[in-house]
C-alpha cells in the first residue's frame, strides 16, 4: 500500500482516489480506512508512504489518529484532506505533526501540488 485514505465517507475516498491517479500518480496503491481505529489498526500492520485523513470521523477523529500515530513515534507524512480551514485547525494540524492541509473542494493540481514533495518519483 502507498497511500491509506481515512475518511467516513466511501465515496469522498473514491473521489480522492480519482484526484491522486488525475494528478498523475497512476501506479500507486491504496488502502482504507473508515476512521481513525480503523486505520491505526492498518498502520501498525501495513506501512504506507502517506496517510490521508479526513478530520471529523466517528470513533477516532483524523487529529486523534495523527496524534495517536506520533506518540507511537510513527513518522510516516500525513496530510488532512477536510473542509476544516479556519486557522486554529491549520495550526493544530501542523503543531502536530501534519504535514499539509488541503481544504475540501479541491482539484487535481491542488491534489498534486500537496503530493509531489511525498511522493516524487512515484
Excluded at 482504507?32 to 479526513?54: F, I, T
Excluded at 500515530?69 to 495550526?91: V, Y
Aim: charged share 25%; net charge negative.
Amino acid at each position: 500500500m502507498d497511500i491509506l485514505l481515512v475518511d467516513d465517507s466511501k465515496t469522498m475516498r473514491m473521489l480522492v482516489q480519482r484526484a491522486i491517479r488525475q494528478a498523475g500518480y497512476r501506479s500507486l496503491s491504496f488502502g482504507e480506512a473508515e476512521n481513525g481505529v480503523q486505520a491505526l489498526e492498518s498502520m501498525h500492520q501495513e506501512k504506507p508512504k502517506l496517510v490521508l485523513s479526513d478530520w471529523n470521523m466517528p470513533e477516532m477523529s483524523g487529529i486523534e489518529l495523527l496524534q495517536s500515530l506520533r506518540k507511537e513515534g510513527n513518522k510516516t507524512p500525513f496530510g488532512f484532506i477536510t473542509s476544516e480551514s479556519s486557522a486554529e485547525i491549520r495550526d493544530m494540524a501542523i503543531s502536530n505533526g501534519a504535514s499539509f492541509l488541503l481544504t475540501k473542494p479541491f482539484n487535481p493540481d491542488d491534489v498534486q501540488a500537496a503530493l509531489d514533495p511525498f511522493l516524487e518519483g512515484c
